[in-house]
């Protein structure tokens, strides 16, 4: 009996897992430090390379309305496109908008985090850590060297 119940927690603990998704970009390292975050507690979370497979019209508006915030400012403006097409000028709706990320998947903002608990936009990557459903697990150290979480899994104060 134990191994049925075994089995079935792990099946139930796969399906918490597949419920994380991260709209990730493995060149930035805000993205790889909370892609790193999520798995420090146990978890592998689903990685969509939104480069390669950007989201539909409806899940970015989803994850915009989801977030909270505005289309404008989950425009990257650091980037190529941002400049070239004039987004800095207010005359563009937010339907515009949305047609220049679709069309320019490197203006979206990332990452972009969907748990249980929520969706955040994580910039910086420890604002994953208000809507990660399962605590972390041991010493998280970011890419730059700044300890975020401590060896008994506490966030570390700023």
């Known amino acids: 009996m134990a191994n049925i119940t075994d089995n ?8 918490t897992h597949s419920s994380i ?12 430090n909370t892609l790193g975050l999520i798995r420090n507690t146990g978890v592998e979370p689903t990685i969509i390379l939104y480069l390669e497979t950007p ?19 989950l425009l990257r403006q650091n980037v190529e496109p941002f400049a070239a097409l004039g987004l800095s000028e207010d005359k563009f709706s937010d339907s515009e908008l949305i047609d220049f990320m679709l069309e320019y998947p490197i203006l979206i903002n990332r990452p972009i985090v969907v748990t249980p608990l929520g969706t955040r936009l994580c910039r910086p990557s420890e604002q994953v850590l208000d809507i990660l459903p399962n605590p972390q697990q041991g010493a998280f150290t970011k890419e730059d060297g700044e300890v975020v979480i401590d060896a008994n899994g506490q966030r570390v104060a700023q």
């Not at 079935?8 to 399906?15: D, P, R």
């Open 8 to 15: 079935h927690l792990e099946k139930q603990s796969v399906e």
């Open 21 to 32: 998704r991260i709209y990730h970009n493995p060149a930035c390292g805000t993205s790889r």
């Open 55 to 73: 989201p539909s019209r409806q899940t970015l508006l989803q994850l915009i309305a989801e977030m909270g915030i505005s289309v404008r400012s």
